[in-house]
């Protein structure tokens, strides 16, 4: 599987759209991107994934460039309790079955 | 539809102790997953289980064995705790190899 990435910590403005990168130069072809985060102390929560087209649901938004070489996930109004250490893994369609979790990235959403 | 559901939340145990943790999901889903998180750490795959009856290594899977007996649960068994097994444990379950992953709420285990 690709290795990933991330900006160690971040903030972000109550209300704001938060925007998390995440850099995978050498995704290959039939690698998708997920995205995971975890509040403190829970289990790791399922945000969104995509293999090459935006994607987007009730949580977030997924961009991924047009070479797929990086990726943003976009909390669109982030609010308190989006604060968290958020994951972004590369995984491979046919791969095993683990999900490579790095250290993330600590997302705080300021009031 | 409680999810995935881990017993028990809390433990201590001494060295040398033996015990089983217990994951349960109620969405009947194939694929199940054993994780341990160190401090500052991200996840590190311990066990899985790709149905009933099978169980696969993962990463760490020294010093712990599984069983898969059921379809909705996931065991994982410490024959002989270690100090170094201090860790919180997440069980996942995913409904396809390539879906997402479902966790538990995590088991926080002490061995002194």
């Known amino acids: 599987d690709a290795k990933t990435t991330q900006p160690t910590s971040m903030d972000c403005a109550e209300g704001r759209a938060a925007n998390l990168p995440c850099n995978h130069s050498?995704?290959?072809?039939?690698?998708?991107v997920y995205w995971y985060r975890q509040i403190h102390s829970q289990g790791p929560q399922y945000i969104i994934h995509?293999?090459?087209n935006n994607e987007t649901n009730e949580m977030a938004s997924l961009i991924i460039t047009e070479d797929r070489k990086s990726s943003t996930l976009i909390l669109p109004h982030a609010t308190l309790r989006d604060t968290a250490v958020y994951y972004c893994?590369?995984?491979?369609?046919?791969?095993?079955?683990?999900?490579?979790f790095g250290t993330g990235t600590r997302l705080t959403i300021i009031p | 539809n409680a999810g995935v559901t881990q017993t028990p939340k809390f433990r201590v145990l001494k060295t040398g102790q033996s015990m089983t943790l217990l994951c349960a999901q109620d969405?009947?889903?194939?694929?199940m997953y054993w994780y341990r998180q160190d401090p500052g750490m991200g996840l590190r795959l311990i066990h899985y289980s790709v149905g009933e009856g099978t169980t696969a290594k993962g990463e760490v899977p020294d010093g712990y064995n599984v069983s898969r007996l059921k379809k909705q649960n996931f065991l994982l068994g410490l024959e002989s705790a270690a100090p170094s097994q201090t860790s919180v444990y997440f069980c996942a379950s995913s409904p396809t190899r390539r879906g997402e992953q479902y966790f538990g709420p995590g088991t926080r285990l002490t061995v002194t």
């Open positions: 995509g293999l090459k």
């Open positions: 050498t995704i290959s072809g039939n690698e998708y």
């Open positions: 969405m009947n889903h194939e694929y």
């Open positions: 893994i590369v995984r491979a369609a046919g791969g095993n079955e683990k999900l490579t």
